[in-house]
């Protein structure tokens, strides 16, 4: 699709399209707010042949009842961002991707203001298999689920994670805190930075102010920068 194409498409769904303005570096950012005890796996062996071949047969939870497929992940194995949502939707159980509906279109844009393309980046869920008419993940079906993604976690060894939205990022974290209390700082899983932002589906449905989003993508990109150094 030509970029023209693009905006209009994104035009008519409502979708703003962000352009990066300059980004700053604070000293400060260098050291995380929060440390995280949310251990990754240890495992030597481990490949995401394996990992992938466990995955798309779980029955571990009863969202397997429900769903059409899992949905593992997509993008770049080695990348430095990884990007975790919640779980997937209609579309994501239909096709098997994360990210591919309206959520998926903004998450683009979201990337692309902080110059990164979907290829570049690799997206995944806390849950592998979509909630019922998109409720939130129970406690068990994220315990079950999580394992998995600390795996993918293990084996991408990202600069940085990227938390999209509340579930995601209190499932991610071990709290129960409010979004609003857990975006704007920086974590620490293990040595790995991870930022929360506004989950895109939520952008989508509120007129949220633009500049806390963008606040929050522009802390991701400086927590980078600090870490690669
Ligand atoms: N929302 C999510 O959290 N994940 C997806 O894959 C799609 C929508």
């Not at 899983?189 to 993508?217: E, I, M, S």
Request: glycine share 6%; aromatic share 6%.
């Amino acid at each position: 699709m030509d970029n023209a194409t693009r905006l209009q498409y994104l035009e008519a769904m409502g979708i703003d399209v962000w352009v990066p303005r300059a980004f700053t570096h604070p000293e400060h950012m260098t050291v995380p707010d929060v440390s995280v005890d949310n251990a990754l796996p240890e495992i030597p062996t481990d490949t995401w042949e394996a990992l992938q071949a466990e995955v798309s047969p779980c029955t571990k939870c009863d969202l397997c009842k429900t769903r059409s497929q899992t949905v593992f992940g997509s993008g770049n194995k080695n990348a430095d961002w990884m990007f975790i949502g919640e779980g997937p939707g209609q579309n994501e159980d239909q096709q098997g991707l994360p990210f591919v509906g309206n959520a998926g279109l903004l998450l683009t844009e979201m990337l692309r203001a902080i110059g990164l393309d979907r290829e570049d980046v690799f997206i995944a869920n806390i849950v592998k298999c979509r909630p019922p008419a998109n409720r939130d993940p129970t406690p068990t079906e994220i315990d079950t689920c999580k394992p998995y993604l600390l795996r993918q976690i293990a084996l991408v060894k990202p600069k940085i994670i990227v938390v999209l939205g509340r579930v995601a990022a209190q499932a991610l974290l071990n709290t129960n805190e409010p979004l609003s209390k857990l975006r704007g700082k920086t974590y620490a899983l293990n040595d790995t930075p991870v930022v929360v932002v506004y989950h895109p589906a939520y952008l989508l449905r509120t007129l949220l102010d633009k500049r806390k989003a963008w606040a929050d993508l522009k802390l991701a990109l400086i927590t980078y920068k600090n870490k690669k150094g």
